[in-house]
């Protein structure tokens, strides 16, 4: 099973990369669109082999919980990362504008950690799902117990996100002394 999670991440990659091999060098977009269309489906064949693995007798493992956890993480920030790839590649080896960096200071970068707090919050909840569903499916609770009590578990990953955007909100990051406009004095011009 870890073989074929493995394998899973490799096809994600190697997914993204040719929908983007496709955009860029060959130029077709509809093509390369539906490429990346298929990226989330590795996720989902993940889910069908690890579901098909417990009912055959395995007892849920870490490999199960990664797979549902890999289908709520690809569902709510999958499309942010192929954006992320996008970017970079067009930028680097195609002329593209830069890619947009999030803000760094003030509550700007505070809303900007509340927006990634939401979204692990809600990729958290649909690994939850997932995994119930897992559970439903496999119907036979003494080899799935282990499957809900470690997506429970990854329920840290919300919460420190929670943390980290609740101090940003209460101490925002302020820019150095030399990069704040506001901070510098009027000074005449000398003509």
């Avoid at 040719?18 to 860029?24: E, K, M, P, Q, S």
């Avoid at 889910?47 to 009912?55: D, E, F, G, I, T």
């Avoid at 930028?91 to 939401?118: C, D, L, N, Q």
């Amino acid at each position: 099973m870890a073989a074929f999670i493995i394998g899973a991440e490799f096809a994600f990659w190697i997914l993204i990369g040719l929908g983007l091999l496709f955009r860029y060098v060959f130029k077709l977009r509809r093509v390369s669109t539906f490429i990346l269309l298929l990226v989330p489906m590795v996720d989902v064949v993940l889910l069908a082999v690890s579901v098909k693995h417990m009912r055959d007798g395995a007892t849920a493992d870490i490999t199960h919980t990664l797979a549902a956890l890999y289908l709520g993480y690809s569902v709510v920030f999958g499309h942010a990362m192929v954006r992320w790839a996008d970017q970079r590649v067009a930028h680097r080896f195609f002329g593209g504008p830069p890619p947009v960096k999030p803000p760094k200071y003030g509550m700007a970068r505070a809303k900007s950690e509340w927006i990634w707090t939401a979204k692990a919050v809600l990729a958290w909840g649909i690994s939850m799902g997932v995994a119930y569903l897992m559970v439903w499916l496999v119907a036979d609770s003494a080899r799935t117990d282990a499957l809900v009590s470690q997506v429970v578990w990854t329920l840290k990953v919300p919460v420190i996100a929670g943390i980290i955007a609740l101090s940003y909100t209460i101490w925002p990051k302020k820019p150095k002394a030399a990069q704040a406009p506001e901070q510098r004095q009027w000074e005449p011009v000398e003509r």
